[in-house]
């Protein structure tokens, strides 16, 4: 199940996933205590989130070329242009 699966059925049956947050939060307590868990998602979405800017970085828009730099690099009027 995605994540849009999962808000679709919790629109239609809310009370559906509320046993298993409250056994989720019950282990979580047993486990470690709320605090560790805390650190541990926070330190989790900063993690995420420098994956998503550096991501991010990778894709950014290039802006294209200009026509004259396409075409000598191509062989046309190098002679004119120092192609990169």
Do not use: C
Not at 6 to 22: E, G, K, N, Q, S
Not at 25 to 36: C, E, Q
């Amino acid at each position: 199940m995605d994540f849009g699966e999962f808000l679709l059925v919790d629109t239609y049956f809310p009370m559906a996933f509320f046993p298993v947050f409250r056994m989720q939060d019950a282990l979580r307590r047993k486990t470690l205590t709320p605090d560790i868990w805390n650190h541990l998602i926070a330190e989790y979405d900063r993690t995420e989130s420098r994956r998503a800017a550096e991501r991010d970085v990778r894709t950014a828009f290039v802006p294209p070329r200009p026509f004259v730099e396409r075409i000598a690099k191509l062989g046309a009027m190098s002679h004119l242009i120092e192609v990169t």
